[in-house]
């Protein structure tokens, strides 16, 4: 099973800040990197696919990049309602599986 | 408008059993993969079970495998999943997903339903 490690597990900015969230791979997964963002008591919402493809209608300011084991998930400038909680999901290998989550929090 | 419509969660006892079902509409439901996704109380997301368009294929996370079935019926449109031999740590809140482009296997998900609650305790 590969595992996905994120990082930070919170990461505090103020609104207009730049965020940065990591997802690292246990072993390669080629670009097959997917990255959703969860609201309280929401469903997830798919961001990105592909390793950097937008989903349909997502924001110009969310970019995904990297490939291999070593990905990331830029939000250029954070709006209020960028503060949620971003998962990464690899379909490289079976079982799909999913990183532990990182909170971007209102500093 | 795609809608995912989870029902069938509730409290049942450790070893006991529940069928949750999933509502489609919106979309050509025959055409694509699904999938349950679940999210224990604070945690995070863990995929369970993967179904083909066709149905002819099934996908099973370790941790589920010989005690969950999914299945489909393209004529109604529905997602099943047979959860025999719960246990307290299937209790979780499960979420019927739609893949974004695959047909025969689970890629990634791009509709998601609100999700329905499973406990398992006595």
Redo the contacts between chains.
Sequence with gaps: ?IVLTQSPATLSLSPGERATLSCRASQSVSS?L?W?Q?KPG?????LI?GASNR??DIPARFSGSGSGTDFTLTISSLEPEDFAVY?C?Q?SN????????TKVEIK | EVQLLESGGGLVQPGGSLRLSCAASGFTFSSYAM?W?RQAPGK????VS?ISNSGGST????SVKGRFTISRDNSKNTLDLQMNSLRAEDTAVY?CAKD?ICSST?????Y????TLVTVSS
């Design positions: 099973e097959y997917a959703y969860q929401q469903a997830p919402r798919l696919y989903a349909t998962y999901q379909r079976w079982p799909l599986t999913f990183g532990g989550g | 999938s996704v995070g997301l863990e995929w993967g996908y099973y996370a370790g979420y974004r689970s890629c990634n998900f791009d998601w339903g609100q999700g």
